[in-house]
């Protein structure tokens, strides 16, 4: 099963898996940080589409009879239902990414006992009991020095168990091990990300693409009051704010 799960996971963002599937797909989930990072980056692939659909004329059809209208008003609340589920089971996913540490996609080495790092402060959840909203509002974080050694941008979206981030580096060259710190007004850190930055680095000559990486903080947006991206020496590559 776990062979197969890796392929399901348009398939279940899409509600095409049976009840059995979405359940084994589920399970699997919790235990494979690969499809949980697809999944993060599917899962509002049905809202997308859904925005096709709207700009694109559809020819007139012949208004429904009761009997086929009721079943329609059935059909679309049940798809608002799956993607209520969804986009639950993708908050789950953020949360087990940071839980986690360094994305598996970036490779990762051993850390240097001798430097502390921040304590990473992410929320716990479970698939049966967390209900994450659809997004929403998207509050954005941008560099506050023009001089800053790496260009750097988060948004911050608000979720039922705090905030989850995407964060959008470049400058960087490696090898470096990085976070992404979270700080309250009184100074108080919460580790949002973590991951490495190889020898070619990201949004640099010869490796133009920036790094796109998602994580989450177990605050509000309101109590975040800025984010540094540190390395683990402790060196601020970059500070952003709103």
Avoid: K
């Avoid at 012949?62 to 993708?90: D, K, N, Q, S, Y």
């Avoid at 608000?158 to 992404?180: H, I, K, M, N, Y």
């Avoid at 020898?199 to 800025?226: D, F, K, N």
Wanted: glycine residues 10%; negative net charge.
């Amino acid at each position: 099963m776990a062979g197969a799960a890796h392929t399901d996971v348009a398939a279940y963002v899409l509600g095409v898996l049976d009840d059995a599937e979405n359940a084994a797909f589920e399970a699997h989930l919790l235990d494979c940080p690969h499809c949980q990072l697809d999944l993060l980056e599917l899962y509002e692939l049905p809202d997308v589409l859904d925005r096709i659909r709207q700009r694109w004329p559809e020819p007139p059809a012949p208004e429904p009879g009761p009997r086929v209208l009721e079943g329609l008003l059935g059909e679309v609340a049940a798809t608002r239902r799956r993607r209520r589920r969804i986009a639950r089971v993708a908050g789950v996913a953020a949360a087990l990414l940071v839980l986690a540490g360094p994305l598996v996609t970036l490779a990762v080495s051993a850390p240097d006992p001798g430097v502390p790092l921040p304590r990473a402060e992410a929320p716990v959840a479970s698939v049966a009991g967390t209900s994450v909203p659809p997004p929403g509002e998207v509050d954005l974080f941008r560099p506050t020095e023009a001089d800053a050694a790496a260009s750097a941008e988060v948004a911050v979206r608000a979720t039922e168990w705090g905030s989850a981030v995407e964060l959008r580096l470049g400058g960087v060259t490696g090898p470096l091990r990085c976070v992404l710190v979270a700080i309250e007004r009184d100074g108080t850190t919460h580790v949002a990300a973590g991951w490495t930055v190889p020898e070619e680095g990201y949004g640099v000559p010869g490796s133009p693409e920036p790094l796109r990486i998602v994580g989450g903080a177990g605050l509000t947006p309101a109590q975040i009051a800025r984010f540094e991206v540190r390395t683990d020496t402790g060196t601020v590559l970059a500070t952003v704010a709103r």
